[in-house]
């Protein structure tokens, strides 16, 4: 056989919903020479990865770690642990996340009660409560940033709501976690799963999670055993927690990443972070609003690092998305689902969210746009982001 050349891939800026970008520094740790997953060295910087995933998460639960595996495992963790068969479980669905939740379960054996909401919009808490009241799950699951849409759930208060009807909170933090506030001890959250490859700046391949005493003793005290053998927190969690039992084989690389994806989030500290992310936000809307872009979901509800926005009518999707990667090496995503040929997803998380990540998205747009026969004033949209900076907004 021909041996295929050395790996090249060529530079690009992921401004999609994810993966992004991952620090430099994140790059640098796992070139680190490998451990063993028992060896002495590995377990401090297991210890150190726990501990900081308790600061970031804002939890004091014991059984936080990351799942060896990409964000749907630690949805599929979440519930294969929490849901026995014939469990009823509440599921607010308002895009395609939301959606996969509803198959996860199903294949649990729940029995799920859909709560819907239209696409880009979000859950008010007085239909949560007549559910809960009616239907009297063992869990209620809703996605905190829905990446579908660009949607922003407030959670603050759903913990208590949930426990007043002895429901579990299972929360997805996929597209939240290192870009906006995630307080699970505060907001009372059970279970919360997360990436590496999103507000964290690493790459994918790990799921970091958390359960609450209250989802332990759950699971711990389970009638039937859990269908994954892997997944099964009760078995996975003793290579975690002070015994560290041989379970699998620790993705070595990807603990360092981790472990450096979140010194960078503690070294710029979480209110930074946030802001960070905010401000970045304000200037692409400004920019984008001046190119003539809206966004799909409410103002009060846009998600600061998941910018979702309606491709304007006449314009070809794959036409601006392919010129955007061809001439510019700009990653955007497009719509999914329900959204699918009508949005444009544009991420700036973790270490992409930076005003001249903005300025070059901003001028390489006006460009695809203008092409498209979309005319604005030259410049429209680094002007108008600029002003934003410029106000110290
Ligand atoms: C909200 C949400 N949940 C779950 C997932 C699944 O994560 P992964 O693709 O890392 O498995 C994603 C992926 O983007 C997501 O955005």
Redesign the pocket.
Known sequence: MNIPSPLNPPRRLLLG??PCDAHPRVLRAMAAPLLGHLDPQFLEIMNDVQTMLHAVYQTHNPVTFPVSA????G?ETCFVNLVEPGDRVVICVAGF?GQ?MVEIAERAGAQVTVLERPWGEVFDFQPIRETLQKVRPKLLAI?Q???STGAWQPLEGLGTLCHEFDTLLLV?A??SLGCVPVTVDDWQIDAIYS?S??GLGCP?GL?PVSFSPRAVEVFSKRKTKVQSWYFDVNLVEHYWDSERFYHHTGPISMIYALHEGLRLVLEEGLQARWARHRRNHEALKAGLKALGLTYTANEKYQLPQLNAVRIPAGVDDLAVRKRLLGEFGIEIGGGLGEFKGKAWRIGLMGHNSRPDVVLLFLAALEQCLASQGIKVQPGAGVTAANRVYLSGA
């Open positions: 919903p994810g990409t964000g749907m495992a949805m996340f996969r996605v940033a829905e990446t997805d996929v597209t990436c490859q999103k994918p799921s």
